[in-house]
């Protein structure tokens, strides 16, 4: 369809309408369709904006609210907090050399050293764990299982089930 004949200002001569500016029902259908989109969007984009008022208000009215420092903790209220996030970037350097160290010494251990490894460290995990007053994993009470009756395999005790099933087992067979 070309796109002269959507446009309602075109006066085209097959037209049956009384005045040559008024919209065909197909083109009030896609005026329909675009202002329907256009307004799901909108409200769309309302319900799907942050639950923070600080930054709802940072969205719509540019307030300093977001510009500032939103991290909680001792040293955000600090104004001098960027002296404070090189130390925290410095630590996390610090953890992260020692941890590839670590990792390097233990893939030059032997297998067997490692599982020894592992071992004494269970067996520490567990003394402190005793030290401390805790309980072992393994101290649950016993508990007697029953098998529910029907699907499991044996005959239920109740005579009138048994009734049915033996009338169920008629009527499969017949």
Do not use: W
């Not at 029902?25 to 799901?40: G, M, P």
């Not at 969007?41 to 799907?48: D, E, K, R, T």
């Not at 090189?86 to 990792?103: F, M």
């Amino acid at each position: 369809m070309p796109v002269a004949t959507l446009l309602p200002f075109t006066a085209t001569p097959n037209r049956k309408s009384a005045s040559p500016t008024s919209f065909r029902l197909t083109e009030k259908f896609i005026l329909l369709l675009v202002f329907s989109a256009f307004i799901t969007l909108c409200f769309g984009a309302i319900f799907f904006l942050p639950d923070s008022s600080k930054l709802l208000s940072g969205v719509f009215f540019h307030s300093s609210a977001v510009e500032t420092n939103t991290r909680t903790g001792p040293d955000s209220s600090d104004p001098g907090s960027a002296g404070s996030d090189e130390r925290v970037l410095a630590k996390i350097k610090k953890d992260h050399e020692k941890a590839l160290l670590e990792a390097k010494d233990t893939l030059q251990k032997r297998p067997d050293e490692i599982k020894q490894d592992i071992l004494n460290d269970k067996d520490k995990v567990a003394k402190e764990r005793v030290g401390q007053g805790g309980n072992d994993v393994n101290n649950l009470p016993f508990v007697e299982y029953q098998r529910p009756p029907g699907a499991t395999g044996h005959e239920p005790v109740d005579p009138d089930a048994k009734d049915k099933r033996a009338k169920i087992k008629e009527v499969r067979i017949c």
